[in-house]
């Protein structure tokens, strides 16, 4: 090694640590590198988040909280919806910001996802069934669906589409119920004389309760100012409606058909039998067809002692 040797391989290490330090001064110290990286996790985690951001987006906000500019979906008035058999319904979709996202008109559209159905688009009907229709009010948010006489078969999905690129889409469950009527203790009912009759009438599947209900006895309405007095109603309304009938001090006039009728379901009836002080004739019949058995077997018996 020559003298000039350490003095070259000084200038070299020094020329190193000169080129580390200008690395450390333009990206700063490995501290953030470690920064950098965990940021890159951080921007996975976001990505994660995006259906979080995305639902964020749907009801009017944007992922910062800042408001939503193009068009969205209002979910709270956009809701699921239960009908009654045969009675007009509506489902609704409204979609907030529709004209402020681009120049091009956008069009909200309904598709019954049963059959892939188009339905409507805009203010216009796409079916030949004439029970559907659109209705919409100008400078209104809501795109309605309407259904006049929902059958069973009518439940299902329903998706209310924006002609964005690619398209928006809130979907709308359709269930369509068939009220039931039932009277408790049927078909028929036996009541001493003089005793209170007592009947409940029950109104299920009914998501609305029943705007009224009348009691019939053999058709015809029953009177509770009549002057035979006694006679009451008490009905309690909510997801399930009942009504009690109490006629007092039971006649054999009182016997016959009763048939509670709500106004949203199909009639119940039961036969009350008041009972004079004897045994109704289905069961002195079924007394006089046990008699006869009992003797023979009496008389068998006899026979094999002696």
Sequence with gaps: MTDKEPVKMCVIGSTIWIFIIFIIITNGAPGNCLQQTSSGKNSD??????????????????????????????????????????????????????????????????????????????????????????????????????????????????????????????????????PTTEILGGPDLYIDHGSTINLTCIVLNSPEPPAYIFWNHNDAIISYDSGRGGVSVMTEKGETTTSFLLVQHAMPSDSGQYTCNPSNAQPKSITVHVLNGEYPAAMQHGGQAKQPRLYSLLLCLCLLLY
Aim: charged share 20%; aromatic share 8%; net charge positive.
């Design 45 to 178: 985690s976001a990505q994660s988040n995006s259906v979080f951001d995305d639902s964020l987006s749907r009801n009017g906000q944007n992922p910062d909280g800042t408001p939503k500019t193009g068009p969205y979906f209002d979910l709270a008035a956009s809701k699921n919806v239960t009908a009654l058999l045969g009675k007009t319904t509506y489902l609704n979709c409204r979609v907030k910001n529709l004209g402020n996202k681009t120049s091009v008109a956008l069009q909200v559209s309904w598709v019954r996802h049963r059959d892939i159905h188009l339905l409507t688009i805009g203010r216009y009907t796409y079916t030949s069934d004439q029970r559907f229709r659109a209705v919409h009010n100008v400078h209104s948010d809501d795109w309605t669906l309407q259904i006049k006489f929902p059958q069973l078969r009518d439940s299902g999905i329903y998706e209310c589409q924006v002609s964005t690129t690619p398209h928006m889409s809130h979907f709308v469950h359709l269930s369509v119920v068939e």
